[in-house]
């Protein structure tokens, strides 16, 4: 069921990896829908296919990485069954991404210029005159000062804050109607994540924009997100309104992950932390893929995974919450 | 007698560039640094990407020469001292690196790996008692001892920063030097090896040099904390007091931007703007083109250290006139 507000809907996906040893997978089974302007944040540590998930949205997945089964509904289109070029036609018009490392996400030996009227002349018939207008007038959004000046220059004349805004003005150009952003200021200092995160949220809510935001820093998900899914091991653990996760989190996980978070607005004497490592791709348990580090778990989280448990729009895949729900 | 004395240590790198002409082009990375790592005390080095903390660190390592200064361990001057005196100081300062994939070798085992500055220096020859030795480092920093014979690429990132932790204790050092450790790390198990550091800072009763980026690690870790920007000390202060009082406009700016995970509260605060400004460049204090107060003065005197509440130091001209600030919370 497709309510009409929802944009992007995520059935039951499966990614997996084809490595020497094997087949692995790493998403095994994710779904969710994306509302129309919302920011869904996805949370998860390294390791849990976040990225994947991420890149499988758009197929950029690399070669050796297939979309085994699920769906990826976008405009009534299935993402997964689409043809490469129609497919094309809606990366960067339609869904738009931003990806983690600015600097090597742009092309060193063309202009910031011509890489940005690129984007806008494969999607739009216009004229290059008015193409650089246009990219002249989203650098200034962007807030990058002299635009004209910058638009004739090379990526390594601008600092990583600068080439994150660049790849914002060129994900942003054709105003699409969902931004993909995987971990857009892990790479930046505190002061320029604060800046990007502003122009984010301001062109999000001008734009009537949909965002799925990917990122391991769950203060970063106090301030952009408006829903959280919370991932691990491949799978959703945990689904629910900001304000749910962090003041009411059932999953044994979340509650953990919020506790071993190191505070800036209080010094502790010793930090609760998860015991354990995350779960290495193909080397989890048959059941929960948190069974071996969970403080509560029981013998049935070691056999039997948990079906996501919903009440109230909040998602928990808990034995725990067997009886409960 | 603190165990070390950094001494206004200056650092600039100077490159000679293609038909320059004998021209050379210089940057400064550090200017003036004073600081000294106490006894039992963590000394948190906080700033942005490319400020000089990781400079400094290799600077108090001796594994760069500082450009004019002196480090001062244990009563000697590093830059006199011979090959051989340098290996003696050595022992007693041990580091750990910000990535754990490229710190250990992939193709010595962990027992190896742990057993080389242990070979380096001659200690615990003896079979049994080396393994003794051993078997006590892995264990004191969580892991088993059979681990002992597997190589690198079998253990996650936590568990392979366990590792260079345990090699670095080896030798029972004094100082120890700890360059991002926790930054590359997921933040279930970040949580692990700050436990894990803490603890060793106090059974050891080690002086240790933090490097961080992010306060809240700082906050938890850090008896002092030094700001750095742009290769300056900007404020100084013990921690709490720096996190209850911050004075720099700097260090008001970083804890303004520093997101909060509380959605009720984050949604509520306004990071302070720091966006640079091109008409300030040039002003003697660094963080004149990105700084609210900016005025007069900041363009004229050079902005020294000075010492604000007690224990509680600042490098800003501006300072008195900062005064009329926002109040604002972390």
């Known amino acids: ?325 | 007698m603190n165990p070390v004395e950094i001494k206004n240590i200056c650092k600039t790198y100077t490159r000679k560039r293609f038909l320059s002409f004998g021209k050379k082009e210089e940057t400064p990375v550090l200017k003036d640094v004073t600081l000294a790592l106490k006894e039992d005390r963590v000394l948190g080095l906080v700033g942005e990407s490319g400020c000089g903390k990781t400079t400094l660190s290799k600077i108090v390592l001796g594994l760069e020469k500082p450009t004019s200064g002196q480090v001062i361990v244990d009563g000697k001057d590093l830059g006199n001292l011979s090959k051989a005196g340098f290996k003696k100081i050595r022992r007693f300062m041990q580091v750990v690196f910000q990535d754990p994939y490229s710190s250990l070798d992939p193709r010595m085992t962990i027992r190896q790996i742990i057993s080389e500055p242990l070979d380096i220096h001659g200690l615990y020859k003896e079979k049994s008692t080396r393994k003794k030795v051993l078997e006590e480092l892995i264990k004191s920093v969580g892991l088993s001892v059979e681990h002992l014979n597997r190589y690198p690429h079998e253990f996650s990132g936590g568990q392979r920063q366990r590792i260079a932790i345990a090699r670095a204790l080896a030798l029972d050092p004094k100082i120890l030097i700890a360059d991002e450790p926790v930054s590359a790390l997921d933040v279930s198990v970040q949580a692990q090896i700050l436990n894990l550091l803490k603890e060793i800072k106090q059974k050891r009763r080690l002086a240790m040099l933090f490097v961080t980026h992010d306060f809240a690690v700082a906050r938890f870790l850090c008896d002092e904390i030094a700001v750095m920007y742009k290769g300056r000390i900007l404020e100084y202060a013990p921690g709490e007091e720096l996190f209850s009082n911050p004075q720099h406009p700097y260090t008001e700016a970083l804890f303004s931007a520093v997101p909060v995970p509380d959605p009720v509260h984050q949604k509520k605060r306004q990071a302070v703007s720091v966006a640079a400004r091109a008409d300030m460049e040039g002003h003697l204090c660094p963080f004149a083109s990105r700084c609210r107060y900016v005025c007069a003065e900041c363009g004229q005197t050079p902005p020294m250290l000075k010492e604000v509440r007690p224990g509680h130091f600042c490098a800003c001209t501006a300072l008195p006139f900062k005064k009329k600030k926002s109040s604002f919370a972390i």
């Open chain 1, 1 to 325: 069921m497709i309510s009409p507000a929802c944009v992007l809907d995520v059935q039951d996906l499966h990614v997996s990896f084809s490595t020497e040893e094997g087949t692995v997978p790493v998403l095994k089974g994710l779904s969710y829908s994306l509302a129309k302007g919302k920011v869904l944040a996805v949370v998860g540590e390294s390791g849990s296919g976040k990225t994947v998930h991420a890149l499988s949205l758009l197929r950029l997945l690399p070669p050796t990485a297939h979309i085994d089964s699920g769906k990826i509904l976008f405009d009534g289109k299935d993402l997964v069954s689409l043809s490469p070029s129609s497919l094309r036609k809606l990366r960067g018009a339609r869904i738009s991404m931003i990806f983690q490392d600015p600097m090597s996400s742009l092309n060193p030996v063309l202009t910031i210029g011509e890489q940005l009227t690129e984007t806008i002349l494969a999607h739009r018939k216009i004229s290059k005159l008015r193409a650089k207008a246009l990219a002249v007038r989203l650098l200034k959004k962007v807030g990058i000062a002299d635009a004209a000046k910058r638009y004739d220059q090379y990526p390594f004349q601008f600092s990583g804050g600068m080439c994150q805004r660049v790849m914002i003005a060129m994900a942003l150009a054709l105003e699409p109607d969902v931004l993909i952003a995987d971990e857009p200021t892990t790479a930046l200092d505190v002061t320029i994540q604060a800046q990007i995160l502003r122009l984010i949220k301001e062109l999000q809510a001008q734009a009537g924009m949909s965002a799925v935001f990917i990122t391991h820093n769950l203060a970063l998900v106090a301030d952009v997100a408006d829903e959280v899914l919370v991932l691990y091991g491949g799978l959703c653990m945990e689904q629910a309104p900001v304000h749910t996760i962090f003041e009411k989190p059932l999953h044994p996980y979340t509650q953990g992950l919020l506790h071993s978070l190191v505070s800036i607005r209080q010094k502790a004497d010793f930090l609760p932390a998860i015991p354990g490592n995350p779960p290495v791709p193909g080397q989890e348990c048959p059941g929960c893929p948190f069974a071996p580090r969970c403080p509560r778990a029981l013998k049935k989280c070691f056999k039997e995974r948990p079906p996501l448990f919903e009440q109230d729009g909040h998602k928990v895949a808990c034995w725990l919450l067997e009886e409960k729900a």
